[in-house]
Nanobody, 123 residues
Framework: QLQLVESGGGLVQPGGSLRLSCAAS????????IGWFRQAPGKEREGVSC????????KYADSVKGRFTISRDNAKNTVYLQMNTLKPEDTAIYYC????????????????WGRGSQVTVSS
């Protein structure tokens, strides 16, 4: 069974940090770009970050630049999203998704999706 599983979400105070993980099972991530998307209540899904299959290219939404860092460990078949200096507006369900090789901000271009991990930033 091919699936992506997110983990690492939770409740954190403003200014705090979390690291999300996206682990693949049933297939190898080596040939896939991984995107992180998020959806807050009442809002549309938005792209947060993406890393190419080689890891040589990374992209970030303007709202998270300088605060979030995406990385991958193909040996562990896992992609990470380090989130620092979290703000209440970062509260959302975070999803990872996979598509071949290169990044895209368009969710419809992704083949596989995880079920999401809740991130809540609140004091």
């Amino acid at each position: 069974q091919l699936q992506l599983v997110e983990s690492g979400g939770g409740l954190v105070q403003p200014g705090g940090s979390l690291r999300l993980s996206c682990a693949a099972s049933g297939f190898t991530l080596d040939y896939y770009a991984i995107g992180w998307f998020r959806q807050a209540p009442g809002k549309e899904r938005e792209g947060v970050s993406c890393i190419s299959s080689s890891g040589s290219s990374t992209k970030y939404a303007d709202s998270v630049k300088g605060r979030f860092t995406i990385s991958r460990d193909n040996a562990k078949n896992t992609v990470y999203l380090q989130m620092n200096t979290l703000k209440p507006e970062d509260t959302a369900i975070y999803y990872c998704a996979a598509r071949p090789r290169v990044c895209s901000w368009f969710g419809l271009e992704y083949y596989y999706w995880g079920r999401g991990s809740q991130v809540t930033v609140s004091s």
